[in-house]
């Protein structure tokens, strides 16, 4: 199974930035995201498609539907500018995958 | 709360044995719920899954790299472990292990929510 992500997407701050995730009926799947700024571990931002973990601003919010899940930053801060990435789990395999991850910059 | 903590000789050499461990406090490893996992990231790459071990030994690789990989898990001492051997250059990054919650209240999960630091591991003579 495959989950596609575009490289890069900039911003201006305080403007609404969209990352998406492409895959093969996706929408039946559980898509999760994560947050990873250098030098750091990924953190869960979005899980089961559009749940927020404590801890994470109301402006991250996610969604799922189709061949397409998106994540949607509100409001972008400079201190959002990371690498995203979502994440499925493919059952009839049993193995987790991995999108390539998109570099968010807030211009 | 559950914190894990890999550790490992951060230098192999090529055609070697890479050896991690993963110990894990605040917490059982035993739970029935959770996968514990090993994922890695050469420097400036995607995350790649490795795979997963369960509490009962069982174990998921990642077909590009199952011939390669062993995972095991030692509950008395709270850790789980990886092998993998032939390592190249290639293997070359950092390597984390995670928590894979399967089911949280009945529902199915299946995301990461506890990240080791990360080791990083290079393979050179």
């Known amino acids: 199974y495959v989950l596609t992500q575009p490289p890069s997407v900039s911003v201006a701050p305080g403007k609404t930035a969209t990352i998406t995730c492409g895959g093969t009926n996706i929408g039946d799947k559980g898509v999760h995201w994560y947050q990873q700024k250098p030098g750091q571990a990924p953190l869960l931002v979005i899980y089961l498609n559009d749940d927020r973990p404590s801890g994470i601003p109301e402006r991250f919010s996610g969604s799922n539907s189709g061949n397409t899940a998106t994540l949607t930053i509100a409001r972008v801060e400079a201190g959002d500018e990371a690498d995203y990435y979502c994440?499925?789990?493919?059952?009839?395999?049993?193995?987790?995958?991995f999108g390539g991850g998109t570099k968010l910059t807030a211009l | 709360q559950v914190q894990l903590q890999e550790s490992g000789p951060g230098l192999v050499k090529p055609s070697q044995t890479l050896s991690l461990t993963c110990t894990v406090s605040?917490?059982?490893?035993?739970?029935?719920?959770?996968?514990w996992t090993w994922i890695r990231q050469p420097a400036g790459k995607k995350l790649e899954w490795i795979g997963r071990v369960f509490a009962s030994g069982s174990t998921k690789y990642s077909p590009s790299l199952k011939r390669r990989v062993t995972m095991s898990i030692d509950t008395s001492k709270n850790e789980f472990s990886l092998k993998m051997t032939s390592m190249t250059a290639a293997d070359t990054g950092i390597y984390y292990c995670?928590?894979?919650?399967?089911?949280?209240?009945?529902?199915?999960?299946?995301?990461?929510?506890?990240w080791g630091r990360g080791t990083l591991v290079t393979v050179s003579s």
């Open positions: 995670a928590r894979l919650p399967s089911v949280i209240l009945g529902v199915p999960v299946y995301y990461f929510d506890v």
């Open positions: 994440q499925v789990w493919d059952k009839s395999d049993e193995q987790v995958v």
């Open positions: 605040g917490g059982s490893i035993s739970n029935s719920k959770d996968y």
